[in-house]
């Protein structure tokens, strides 16, 4: 089908940040919109895919016709993308904390008037994209990371499509001057073993458009 020369195809989305929780009441996260990873859940599915979108603590609209599940933490989101896979597209557009709390207080931790500044112990997060992209039995045909670099862009990013064993990642610079994190438009490189391909900057919907494309030759090769 011309139109939608997804159709038959699966596809799993993850976008915007996760909370890691502290206690009951704060947490530590980052300024990710989700709208890079929502706008690349919607192109993929007008292209005909079957498309689940794990979705960070966002203020986006859940898109019509996506299979939408919400989480909180990185652990919650790979369990989530765990128990989806096997699937045969899988772009990971989420603001994944790397850290989280070691120990989380089950109760508010207080000002208390001795002023004593409380200090916390992280611990690493899992990596979601690596996890899933070192699977043996069920990992995706196509795996497609995310890299938000402030200096050395294309360096970086190469480094990290070898270190977690993806087949691409969308390099985007997110130095505050860009305002791309947490804003409407994106500029990209799409680094492969093959080599790379700019776009220049434009609305993170038309992004995901183009993303989509690649994501389309790619099948009919
Ligand atoms: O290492 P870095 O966080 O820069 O890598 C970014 C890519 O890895 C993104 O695609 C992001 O979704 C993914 N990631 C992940 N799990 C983490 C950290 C990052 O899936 N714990």
Redesign the pocket.
């Known amino acids: 089908n011309p139109y939608r020369p997804l159709l038959g195809k699966t596809a799993l989305v ?1 976008a915007g940040p996760t909370y890691e929780p502290i206690d009951p009441v704060r947490f530590l996260g980052n300024y990710s919109s989700g709208r890079q990873g929502y706008a690349i859940a919607e192109s993929l599915r007008d292209a005909g895919a079957d498309v689940t979108l794990v979705s960070g603590p966002v203020s986006m609209m859940p898109p019509e016709n996506i299979r939408v599940i919400h989480i909180q933490t ?1 652990q919650e ?2 369990d989530t993308c765990l128990k989806i896979i096997p699937v045969d597209i899988a772009v ?7 850290w989280r709390a070691k120990e989380v207080s089950d109760k508010k931790i207080k000002k208390t008037s001795d002023a004593k500044t409380p200090s916390f112990e992280l611990t690493t ?8 992209s070192q699977e043996n039995s069920c990992r995706p045909r196509l795996v ?6 402030t200096n050395d862009l294309l360096d970086n990013a190469d480094a ?1 499509r070898k270190r ?1 064993n ?1 087949d691409w ?2 390099v985007n610079d997110v130095n505050p001057d860009t305002k791309i994190m947490g804003g409407v438009e994106n500029e990209v490189t799409i680094l492969s073993s093959s080599g790379k391909q700019h776009f220049k900057r434009a609305d993170k919907r038309e992004i995901g458009r183009l993303l989509t494309k690649e994501i389309i030759k790619f099948f009919n090769h």
């Open positions: 993850t990185a989101m790979l990971m557009a989420a603001a994944v904390a790397d997060n899992p990596d979601i994209l690596a996890t899933i497609v990371g995310f890299a938000a670099e990290k977690k993806c990642i969308v």
